[in-house]
Each structure stands twice: as C-alpha cells, then as structure tokens.
C-alpha cells in the first residue's frame, strides 16, 4: 500500500505564493499518475491538476495558469508551486497517486491532505 505525505500548506495572504510537496512511499509495483486535488467548503473535490511519470501534465481551466505541476521520479515526489494566490483558493490540497500492485490492478491512494488558508 502507498503512503503519501503533503507538506507546504499555511497561511498565505491574498497574491501571495505556496510551494506544496506530496511524497509516496510504502509498497508498491510502480505509479504512473500523481496529482493534486482541492476541496473547499460547501464545494466538490476537484481535480487541479496531473502528472505522469513522463511528465505529461494536465491542468484544471479553473487554475488560470496561476499553478504548476512538477515531479521527481527520483524521490517519489510530487510538487505543486501556485502563485497570485486569492481567498478562493482556501482549502485542503490533497495528493493523489495511482499505484499498480501489478501490471493491471491499481488502486487510487490519497494523503491526509494539508490546509492552504489565503488571507483576504
């Protein structure tokens, strides 16, 4: 099973910049997709954005080009860099990653999530 671990989150006041990284450890066969998911008060998880191990990336029309996925195949580490930050963007920011036990069995993990909190 695939633990995963965010760090970065805090307080942030309105235009200000957050950098967050999400690192997977534990058992697994390999992982393909990473990404980051927001859940806001009285709203839906949603997905802002993903990464393959390749590094094709996938970004949320929502995000306005304001944030960046990145990774490191090497540490097994996800990153997400937002900047021009705005008291919508409070909320938790959870890291999702895609494991393969085997070649076609693969379950979706989730880290506990880390609070982004952006000062009006």
């Known amino acids: 099973q695939v633990q995963l671990v965010e760090s970065g989150g805090g307080l942030v006041q309105t235009g200000g910049s957050v950098r967050l990284s999400c690192q997977a450890s534990?058992?697994?066969?390999?992982?393909?997709?990473m990404g980051w998911y927001r859940q806001v008060p009285g709203k839906q998880r949603e997905m802002l954005a993903t990464?393959?191990?390749?590094?094709?990336?996938t970004y949320s029309d929502s995000w306005k080009g304001r944030f960046i996925i990145s990774r490191d195949n090497a540490k097994n580490t996800v990153y997400l860099q937002g900047t021009g930050l705005k008291p919508e963007d409070t909320g938790v920011y959870y890291c999702?990653?895609?494991?393969?036990?085997?070649?076609?069995?693969?379950?979706?993990?989730w880290g506990p999530g880390t609070q982004v909190t952006v000062s009006s």
């Open positions: 999702t990653a895609r494991a393969y036990e085997v070649s076609f069995n693969y379950r979706d993990a």
């Open positions: 990464i393959t191990k390749d590094g094709e990336t």
């Open positions: 534990g058992t697994y066969f390999t992982i393909n997709r």
